[in-house]
C-alpha cells in the first residue's frame, strides 16, 4: 500500500524554539515536495526534493530528503508565529509525476 | 504568468444533483491532476489528464469523472452528489516534465444539503 505518514500531527511551538517534522513513505520514490496550506486557503509549494541528500532551505524552513530510509524532515528554525500553518509532504510514487499521495498534514501552531 | 484559476469558488447543491468544476492551468502547462480534501480523509488524488487524455486515476466511484480540452482547461464532474461528497476540489497543474512540480489552483468549495 502506498502510504505517507507525518509526525507529529499537531505541533504548538513557542516563538524562537526550534522543531522538526517527520515523513515517512512506504516505497521508493525519488519525488517528495512540501506544501503549506493556511486555514481556507490552497496549497502553496515549499519544497521539491528529487534525489538522495537533498537539502532545501527557505528562511527559517529546511527540508532534506534520505530516500534510503524513506524519509524526509522539514526542520523549522526560530519560529515566528507566521509559520502557523498546516504542513503536508507528499511523495510521487508513480512515473508521472502528476499523481501525489499526501501525508495526514502537521497542523504547527506558534504562540508568541 | 497568471496562476491555475478554477470556478466557481464556491458552490452549494442538493443531494442527488451533478455539478461541474473548471480548471484553467498556468500557460504551457499540459498537465491537470484534481483532488478533493475532507477533513476526514484528508487530501485524495481523484485523477490527471494529459493531452486531453485520462492518464491516472484515484480511488473514487464512477460518479466521479473528467475531462480535458485542447486548451488544457479540464472539467471534474459530479453525479447523483452524497452529502459526503462536500469538500474542497483541488486543481493542479504542471508541466509533466523536469521536476514535475505541480501548482495549486484556489480551489473550489462544494457544499451539498
Known amino acids: 500500500e502506498l502510504k505517507v505518514e507525518q509526525n507529529p500531527l499537531f505541533l504548538s511551538m513557542q516563538e524562537g524554539k526550534n522543531y522538526t517534522i517527520y515523513c515517512n513513505y512506504s516505497t521508493t520514490s525519488d519525488r517528495l515536495y512540501w506544501y503549506r496550506q493556511d486555514p481556507g486557503k490552497s496549497l502553496e509549494s515549499l519544497f521539491v526534493?528529487?534525489?538522495?541528500?537533498a537539502v532545501k532551505q527557505e528562511g527559517r524552513l529546511m527540508a532534506s530528503l534520505d530516500t534510503k530510509a524513506r524519509l524526509s524532515t522539514l526542520h523549522i528554525t526560530a519560529a515566528v508565529h507566521d509559520l502557523s500553518a498546516t504542513y503536508f509532504c507528499?511523495?510521487?510514487?508513480?512515473?508521472?509525476?502528476?499523481?501525489?499521495?499526501f501525508g495526514e498534514g502537521t497542523q504547527l501552531t506558534v504562540n508568541p | 504568468k497568471a496562476g491555475v484559476t478554477q470556478t466557481p469558488r464556491y458552490l452549494i447543491k442538493t443531494r442527488g444533483q451533478q455539478v461541474t468544476l473548471s480548471c484553467s492551468p498556468i500557460s504551457g502547462h499540459r498537465s491537470v491532476s484534481w483532488y478533493q480534501q475532507t477533513p476526514g480523509q484528508g487530501l485524495q488524488f481523484l485523477f490527471e489528464y494529459f493531452s486531453e487524455t485520462q492518464r491516472n486515476k484515484g480511488n473514487f466511484p464512477g460518479r466521479f469523472s473528467g475531462r480535458q480540452f485542447s486548451n488544457s482547461r479540464s472539467e471534474m464532474n459530479v453525479s447523483t452528489l452524497e452529502l459526503g461528497d462536500s469538500a474542497l476540489y483541488l486543481c493542479?497543474?504542471?508541466?509533466?516534465?523536469?521536476?514535475?512540480?505541480?501548482?495549486f489552483g484556489p480551489g473550489t468549495r462544494l457544499t451539498v444539503t
Open positions: 507528499a511523495v510521487d510514487f508513480g512515473t508521472s509525476g502528476s499523481r501525489l499521495t
Open positions: 493542479a497543474s504542471s508541466t509533466a516534465s523536469g521536476s514535475y512540480e505541480q501548482y
Open positions: 526534493l528529487l534525489s538522495n541528500g
